[in-house]
């Protein structure tokens, strides 16, 4: 497919002969008499005119008196301004001409604008706007540096959905990557190269929308896109006119060397451009040119390039500035409010008329009347203070969905009655969340540290930072799955307290932080010991496995990762984070819910087909022993091969080279049973679910590394005879994960 191509890069070119002939020279102070002043509608101040001998050197406009426009080159100026020293043109072409040399990808060039001429892109007013599905285009310099670029995406269905996806008209208008993107040009030049890519190669989303490459007036996009896309069924060369803002001044030159200004405001003043008395010279560098531009001074508006240009502005005939009696000075003006009244003349109706006893009266009734507020302000503050507490706290609870939960734990009202905490015992066990008590926070809110009165228990309240509705709905769920579960190795909620715009979840405290932080210390401080590793290692396995089986519904966690392992003083694990876990029914194979999780944890399998089962957990069980292994953190880690953890480390130990990814601690430490363990997530995060081990079957297998090797046999008699890899052989284990790495790589990119 090839982009539309219009005829810009000729327009420019014309422009480009047009700036090269306006080589920059001393020229007249003023335009001859009989100068043409206008065209087309369009007022042309001097240093810009019309004909030989009107205009300074480089100014020089055409006038197309038969179609009544005017013109620099084949650019129609819309607009000229000397306050702004800018030109607004219009380009009829509408789009750079792109050329391919036989390759879908090509380029083009933006110019026009070259040579000595005075005028340049303003790096401020104009954007680079690119339009079309999965393309990507970028503006280069002379010497083909980057300057900037953007990409536009549209969706393409995967093969798990059915249906033609579109871009809503809105989000095209909207430019912000969906059909369209639009990024600030942060040099102006006079010209740029094009460079034009295809970012899908299957081309799937060519048609759906006009490819075409822009310099344009910032927010011209906006105003134009309905008439683009109505435009791009019938011709697929988008020719609506852009709006493109030039810059210029006054001898203008390149910079050289690049950055060090070679013009200015001249030091003769009979050399200087600036003819009014009333203006001044300002220094314009710029990223690609040097010069400068005449100003009038402040107060006086008007042309400051030609003799008596700056006329004084009459503040006094402009509407709002005063409202009193305003005499006109030059250059400024002056503002007071008339005899026998006082006030801010400046402001509508500021000016009142005082009188001394109307003065006292005032000031005496008024500090009366205020003494009086006062006094019924605190009357009625300390009558309606608790009255109004109390209905804030049962608004928040409602809010909250206080009723919910209750709903949610009164099979057995003793839990219903203890969970629920009074806010005042929670400020009082924080010393109203004192800033020294914070222990932890992260994006989602802040853990305080507590010490409740009734029983002087150690806990951690968790408190979140901003009322989301989505946050208040895993509130409950974590509150409904922690309410039911009592194990060793899963971490303990004391209660809740809804009486706060956002919920307070109150868990036991655990002071020895997570597993996350205890594995990924700084080289070469050591890392947990072997043993410590696999033992929490097995015991998170016995509560997943508990998860999984003991209770009366499945709970699957969904969220198994090292950060969401805390260690007590002793280093034993608990479990934590329950906010997006499911319960799953038994007869039940999986639930269809939204993806949730964690990058490098995340199961491929619930991924593309959203169906979440035990099996999840499982995988993500075998990339925690991965982490255990070789201490990589598995949502970053990328091989020399840009291969994930789970890839690598499969492909490591099918060519039995596993020692090459190892941590060396576990290497000195845990001799054979490293095999072992490795084999056994290696199992774990196999693609085919139905062949990954239950969290049973794990978790056996590792307790019977803890025994003796003279016990094993004893053991094994009571455990399921499983097999760590069913049925396949170690190339098999490398083969699986090719759907693995297209996973992880589509993540990359948003979905």
Known sequence: MMIPATPLAAVLLLLLCFSASAQVTRGASRPPPGCPTSCGGVSVPYPFDIGDGCHWPGFNLTCDRTRGRLLIGTLEVVEISLANSTVRVKDSAGAVNITYHGTPDGNGTWGGLTGAGPFVVSETRNQFVVTGCNVQATLLGDTGNVIAGCSAFCAINDRWEQGAGTSSPAAVAACSGIGCCETPIPIGRPSYGVEFKWLDPNHEKDHELPNAVRVAERGWFQGASAALLNNSLADSSPRTPVSVVLEWAVDSAPLAPPALATTGCPQDAARSACRSSLSSCRNVTGNYRSGYVCQC?????????????????DECALPGLCSGECTNTPGGYTCR???????????????????LGLSVGIGIGSGAGLLLLVLGAIFVTRKIKHQRAKMLKQKFFKQNRGHLLEQLVSQKADIAERMIIPLVELEKATNNFDKAREIGGGGHGTVYKGIMSDDLHVVAIK??????????????????????????????LFGCCLETEVPLLVYEFIPNGTLYHHLHVEEPQPSLPWMDRLRIATETARAIAYLHSAVSVPIVHRDIKSQNILLDSTLVAKVSDFGA?????????????????????????????????????????GVLLMELLTRKKPCSYRSSDEESLVSYFTTLLAAGDLARVLDPQVVEEGGKDVEEVAMLAAACVRMEGDHRPTMRQVEMTLESLHVPHGNIVACHMDAPNYSVIKGANREEVSRQYSLEEEYLLSSRYPR
Do not use: M, W
């Open 463 to 492: 408190k979140s930072k901003v009322a989301v509705q989505r946050e208040i709905d895993e509130f409950i769920n974590e509150v409904a799955i922690l309410s039911q579960i009592n194990h060793r190795n899963v971490v303990k």
């Open 337 to 355: 409010c008339p005899r026998g009244a006082r006030g801010n003349p400046r402001i509508k109706d500021g000016c009142i008329k005082s009188s």
């Open 581 to 621: 876990s499911r319960c799953i029914p038994v007869d039940q194979t999986g639930e269809a819910t939204a993806i949730q999780g964690t990058f490098g944890y995340l199961d491929p399998v619930y991924y593309y087909t959203g169906r979440l089962t035990e099996k999840s957990d499982v995988y993500s069980f």
């Open 297 to 313: 001074q402040d107060g006086y508006q008007g042309n400051p390039y030609v003799a008596g240009g700056c006329q004084d502005i």
